[in-house]
């Protein structure tokens, strides 16, 4: 066999291999949360948006919300403010926020819905001012303890999810466009909320009744305390961890929104590394899967 065919038949079994996966998702919406060091190269950037157009391409729905944690950070900094976060959120002042809104809808949203475009197929942004009400905000009601103080921590302008205009999405269609969504919500009065992508992530594949919910973060999924990847968790084994500190900081918003989706409706979530490129492909058409699987059914756990 020459070196060509055993290229050819390599690309070939590639290629099959996805074909169930395809047959399994066709029609379904997948909600893909996009954030943390993926998004800061460009490189992966433009991955992660070719994936998602090839989703589309044959029979998925896709829906992903962004999030931009690093690129907030950097440009807090760049103003002489300072990030402080307490378990796992951002503590969001007028300023703050004011930063927040420009650098997730003006810049973040913006390029991606235009990477998506420039691969092949339509998108649009959904947020506070991108399209309507997507999402309908209160100010996040928390029991948490401020370190610093002793007392119960004031966010500030971080939100929590109120409702979703499902409508918004527009997925009545397997042509229709692919929306990208902000975290950003808006109040009854009329003020913008910073929400955790996490929470909206999973808000809105309730919402949707997502088959499948994606996270990809900046871990390769959950790790136990000696720092092993947990390839498979139930939701029921999550509070054990919560509970015993093994999971904390930025991956408790991810675990509780993955728990309160399950408990609604979505069949599975996965907590991926986004800085593997192609890592959402991987995990939705290979029989390999990455990172760690979430779900509140055991027997689709693999012994």
């Known amino acids: 066999m ?25 029609g379904q919406t997948i909600v893909i949360k996009y954030g943390g060091n993926a998004m800061n190269s460009v490189e992966l950037q433009r991955d992660f948006c070719r994936d998602v157009v090839l989703m589309k391409s044959v029979g998925l729905n896709p829906v992903v919300v962004h999030g931009g944690g690093p ?8 103003a002489g403010l300072k990030s402080r976060f307490v378990d796992g959120l951002r503590v969001t002042d007028r300023k703050t926020m004011d930063i927040v809104e420009a650098v997730v809808t003006e810049t973040i949203n913006r390029d991606l819905v235009q990477m998506v475009v420039e691969e092949g197929w339509d998108a649009f942004g959904l947020g506070a001012n991108l399209g309507g009400t997507f999402i309908r905000a209160k100010k996040l009601e928390t ?10 921590v004031e966010y500030g302008f971080v939100g929590d999810v109120e409702n979703i205009d ?9 042509d229709s466009a692919i929306p990208i969504i902000a975290p950003i919500g808006v109040g009854q009065d009329g003020q913008s909320y910073n929400i955790n992508a996490d929470t909206v992530a ?8 997502a088959e499948k919910l994606v996270v990809l973060t900046n871990m390769p999924g959950i ?23 093994t999971i904390s900081d930025g991956m408790l918003p991810k675990v509780r929104c993955a728990k309160h989706a399950l408990d609604r409706g979505v069949h599975t979530v996965q907590i991926i590394d986004g800085q593997l490129p192609h ?18 059914d055991e027997s689709l756990i693999q012994p």
């Not at 690129?71 to 760049?78: F, Y």
């Not at 499902?166 to 397997?174: E, F, K, N, T």
């Not at 029989?287 to 779900?295: A, D, S, Y």
């Open 2 to 26: 020459t070196v060509k065919q055993s290229s050819a038949r390599k690309s070939a079994s590639i290629l099959l291999e996805g074909l169930p996966y395809i047959h399994q998702f066709h």
């Open 71 to 78: 690129q907030i950070s950097r440009a807090i900094e760049l």
């Open 143 to 152: 029991s948490s303890v401020d370190p610093e103080s002793g007392k119960p």
């Open 166 to 174: 499902v409508q918004l999405l527009r997925l009545d269609s397997s």
């Open 202 to 209: 999973g808000s809105v594949a309730e919402a949707v009744g």
């Open 223 to 245: 790790l136990d305390s000696d720092g092993t990847l947990i390839s498979a968790l139930t939701t029921s084994q999550l509070e054990g961890l919560i509970e015993d500190k």
């Open 279 to 296: 890592s959402a492909l991987l995990e939705i058409f290979t029989n390999e899967g990455v990172g760690t699987l979430i779900t509140s």
